[in-house]
């Protein structure tokens, strides 16, 4: 069975950082494409970033790009989200999430999703 467990949201004023870890469990973690979303209350989720199995691609939102940086540890089957330069607007349940098929950048979709975690940026 898999899972993620998503940790390190909290309060953090607006200018600041926080770091997002996504722990994966329940299959060869380093076999598939991860990714970060978010949603805001009211808000659809939206799409964060992305990072390919080997952590040679990744991919970011036209809104995060230049401010978060995603990386993964394939040895501690963990995936992180380095947010900087946190603005109110980032405010939002963050999700972490897997593809459904092994070796996949584009194309497929996310079969497996965290429980999230808050992250609340206050001006």
């Known amino acids: 069975q898999v899972q993620l467990v998503e940790s390190g949201g909290g309060l953090v004023q607006a200018g600041g950082s926080a770091r997002l870890s996504c722990a994966a469990s329940?299959?060869?973690?380093?076999?598939?494409?991860m990714g970060w979303f978010r949603q805001a209350p009211g808000k659809d989720r939206e799409f964060v970033a992305a990072?390919?199995?080997?952590?040679?691609?990744?991919d970011y939102a036209d809104s995060v790009k230049g401010r978060f940086t995603i990386s993964r540890d394939n040895a501690k089957n963990t995936m992180y989200l380095q947010m900087d330069m946190l603005k109110p607007e980032d405010t939002a349940v963050y999700y972490c999430?897997?593809?459904?098929?092994?070796?996949?950048?584009?194309?497929?979709?996310?079969?497996?999703w965290g429980q999230g975690t808050q992250v609340t940026v206050s001006s």
């Open positions: 999430a897997t593809r459904a098929e092994p070796h996949t950048w584009i194309g497929g979709r996310y079969a497996y």
């Open positions: 329940g299959r060869t973690f380093s076999s598939y494409t």
């Open positions: 990072i390919s199995w080997t952590g040679s691609r990744t």
